[in-house]
């Protein structure tokens, strides 16, 4: 803890999920919190889903998705 007791690594969700849905919501419908990261692709079946312990861990399992289903975009 640093002193005034703020933990420099917690994580501000608000923040994460705006720059998340910035980043990527034009082609994943859904991007939450809630007992962990999670994602939803637009044109995924509703059990497809991805997820991440971080921000960051769900930022990259997010774009590996995409490049999965645009290697056109590289």
Known sequence: MTPGGRDPFAVDVDKALDAL?????????????????GAHHKD????DILT?????????????????RHPEVG
Not at 44 to 47: E, H, L, S
Not at 61 to 68: E, L, S, T
Request: proline fraction near 3%.
């Open 21 to 37: 849905t910035l980043a990527w919501g034009n082609e994943y419908d859904e991007i939450w919190f809630h007992d962990g990261w």
């Open 52 to 68: 991440g312990d971080t921000p960051d861990a769900l930022n990259r399992a997010i774009r590996a998705d995409f490049q999965r």
């Open 44 to 47: 995924a079946g509703d059990d």
